[in-house]
């Protein structure tokens, strides 16, 4: 009995909810509106299902422009512990206030506390938008 | 090792007394006679321990705001992994605690129990079981569909009718005027956070009792020596619980349970009912008329709780053998009848709308955004057997044909009619037979195909037989080249997402037939569909949601 009851009990509170969540593309902004090596930080806003509910909220997202038709979209939390990281221009890396840990421009671990570079954001250009996916991709371990 | 564990044994002995306290529960003496009518006290606590671990976990997922609380079951019944069994166990286990408390009391009063010293325990019990019933009340309201909103409309209105309390029992209840956020707050409070400590405490207290005062010897246990509460009854109750836990999770997986559309309260030709256990009181109502009615709710009802609680100090004499408790037999007899007979009658006499024409929410609901040519393909497809050799869910393996939600690349509608009408054509070597349906059909069957994913097969399978049946005569009779479904159609006649809250399914049914006696210079014809056509007919067009 205790089985019957434990098992299901577990399995509702631990399997993610049926239908699994599929990829969805929001436009974040214009790709032309980015100079490459330069990360910019892109406001716009996309539907989030939250439990039984879809939600519209404003997200952002870092994004670096490698080429005409390559664009990085990195998650805008700091991998370590969440908090918000920015651009620093004058060292020229993403510093996360928190706990002091420094990213390249590409997402790696450059000194700090974090295990991990940037998480990111599948990123695709089309016809000059710039699409953004919904599931993050978690950043490289950091080198030891 | 040995001597550590015995030595923990022996700390925690002496810091709580738990392993002696465990001792005199386990040999209490009980009479010689105790065996098999005993289990039920066991089993109706082990009910309630469940409901509680149930609910618990229903809560988990659920919100209780009139908002929300309908999208959050829906999430928990449709979505999550077990929340359909979790809702069985507790909808379910809330009937099945109701039958064993009252079987319970039943047989404490068919053998005498109650009598002096245990007058207490007997009064404590029937709190309990007005308690169960509380529950069942307030419970009632917590799906927020339209049998929760109007069952609790009753509900409320029968308290209201109580003298002098009433005005004050409907403000208490939070419905004063409607029943709103403020009735559903106090419904759930009541639920979740009052009733349970309040039936746990008493429980508590009851146990106590009946182990301060112990069971209740029969006549026959004069002279005989006692005997202890383990093993022989430890087993039995063990038994007991693990039949009722068996029968309520088998309850839980095979039968339904009801979740209706959102309640609505504009909806003028909802008939409401009550849980089954007190539809004897729901029909007990139809015997008293304008100012008796009072009776009916409240002083009958109020009479027999009153004289279940002084049943000790009514019936003082000497515990005789059951044989010879002919009165009590009588009662219980009669009781039971009265019961069963007012159920029967409420049963025969209200008129149900067909399950099989409402839809299921407690199901995934997908197909309702489908437009009415998709669904109507769901119909060629389940009348052509497709399923027969193609595996639409992904799970099952070793059919003859592809997957249908997964066959990479997706073909065009166009591929899939010319390859329905001749298969061989464009898959050499497939054993598929051509479909003999007709373009308009086969174009049916291809959007429904087109729409088809891992993702939504479930739900498109889940779509009811009279919704796929009105969709198919929707597109046979070319509705959608005036009216617009799901976005889909023209608008040259009204659209019929959002129909129920306009008009009745009466009203409709009549346009069908004679569409200019109820829209005089309508330019839509006649459609005198057969009766169960038009059942399905108007049934679909009824779950079209605004």
């Not at chain 2, 009518?37 to 705001?65: C, D, E, H, K, M």
Request: proline share 9%; glycine share 8%; net charge positive.
């Amino acid at each position: 009995m205790a089985a019957a009851l434990a098992i299901p009990a577990a399995r509702y509170l631990l399997v993610p909810p049926r239908p699994g969540r599929k990829e969805e593309w929001t436009e974040a902004g214009e790709v032309s509106q980015l100079s490459p090596g330069s990360p910019v930080e892109l406001v716009f806003r996309r539907n989030r299902r939250d439990g039984w509910r879809v939600i519209s909220e404003k997200n952002t997202v870092w994004v670096v422009r490698k080429s005409q038709t390559e664009v990085v979209a990195f998650a805008p939390q700091c991998p370590h512990l969440g908090c918000a990281f920015h651009w620093d221009e004058t060292n020229r890396h993403f510093l996360c206030p928190c706990h002091t840990s420094a990213f390249s421009l590409d997402g790696a671990v450059l000194s700090g506390p974090s295990a991990r570079g940037l998480d990111r954001y599948p990123a695709k250009v089309e016809q000059n938008r710039l699409l953004v996916g919904s599931e993050v991709i978690p950043g490289p371990r950091a080198a030891s | 090792m040995k001597p550590r564990f015995s030595g923990v044994l022996a700390w925690l002995e002496e810091r709580t007394g738990l392993a002696s306290a465990a001792r005199e529960f386990l040999y209490e003496p009980i009479p010689a006679s105790s065996g098999w009518r005993q289990v039920l006290g066991s089993v109706a606590l082990f009910l309630f321990l469940l409901q509680v671990f149930t609910g618990i976990l229903l809560a988990l997922n659920y919100a209780p705001t009139p908002g929300e609380a309908y999208n959050s079951l829906r999430y928990i019944v449709t979505e999550l992994t077990g929340g359909r069994l979790l809702r069985g166990l507790h909808h379910w286990g809330a009937s099945m605690f109701i039958v064993v408390v009252v079987l319970h009391l039943t047989q404490v009063f068919l053998w005498g129990a109650y009598k002096k010293p245990r007058e207490a325990t007997w009064l404590v019990g029937v709190v309990l079981l007005q308690l169960a019933l509380a529950f069942g009340l307030t419970g009632y309201l917590l799906p927020w569909d339209n049998r929760a909103y109007w069952g609790t409309v009753v509900t409320t209105q029968i308290a209201a009718k109580a003298p002098l309390a009433g005005p004050y029992l409907l403000r208490l209840l939070g419905s004063d005027g409607s029943i709103g956020v403020v009735t559903f707050a106090r419904f759930y409070t009541l639920h979740v956070l009052v009733l349970p400590a309040v039936t746990a405490l008493l429980i508590g207290f009851h146990v106590y009792l009946v182990r301060r005062h112990g069971v209740a010897p029969a006549p026959e246990d004069a002279g005989r020596p006692p005997k202890p509460f383990f093993p022989e009854q430890v087993f039995k109750d063990t038994v007991a619980i693990f039949a009722a836990f068996a029968l309520l999770f088998t309850l839980a997986v095979a039968a339904r349970v009801p979740l209706e559309r959102i309640a609505d309260p504009t909806d003028n030709t909802y008939i409401p009912r009550p849980e089954w256990y007190f539809l004897f009181l729901f029909q007990l109502l139809k015997f008293f008329e304008g100012p008796l009615e009072v009776f009916g709710s409240i002083v009958l009802p109020g009479l027999a709780m009153l004289a279940l609680a002084l049943t000790p100090f009514l019936d003082r004499g000497p515990a005789v053998r059951l044989g010879r408790r002919t009165v009590a037999l009588g009662v219980v007899g009669l009781s039971a009848l009265a019961w069963a007979g007012l159920t029967a009658a409420a049963v025969a006499t209200t008129p149900r709308q067909p399950a099989e024409l409402a839809v299921d929410f407690s199901q995934p609901t997908g197909w309702l955004q489908l437009a009415p040519a998709e669904l109507a393909g769901i119909g060629y497809f389940r009348a052509e057997n497709c399923a027969a050799c193609h595996p639409v869910s992904g799970k099952e393996a070793g059919k003859l044909g592809p997957d249908l939600t997964r066959t990479p690349p997706r073909r065009s509608a166009a591929w899939m009619i010319a390859h329905f009408k001749n298969p061989g054509e464009l898959v050499p070597g497939s054993q598929m037979p051509p479909i003999r349906l007709n373009d308009k059909e086969l174009s049916a069957l291809a959007a429904f195909l087109l729409k088809l994913s891992p993702a939504n097969a479930e739900a498109l399978h889940a779509a009811p037989d009279f919704a796929v049946q009105g969709a198919m005569l929707y597109q046979t009779h070319q509705c959608g080249a005036c009216h617009r479904v799901n976005g889909v159609g023209m608008q040259v006649g009204p659209p019929l997402n959002g129909l129920s809250r306009r008009r009745t399914k009466s009203w409709v049914e009549r346009h069908f037939r004679e569409p200019q006696a109820m829209s005089p210079g309508t330019s839509m014809p006649a459609y005198p569909f057969p009766p169960r056509e038009m059942e399905a007919m108007v049934a679909y067009l009824f779950s079209l949601e605004e």
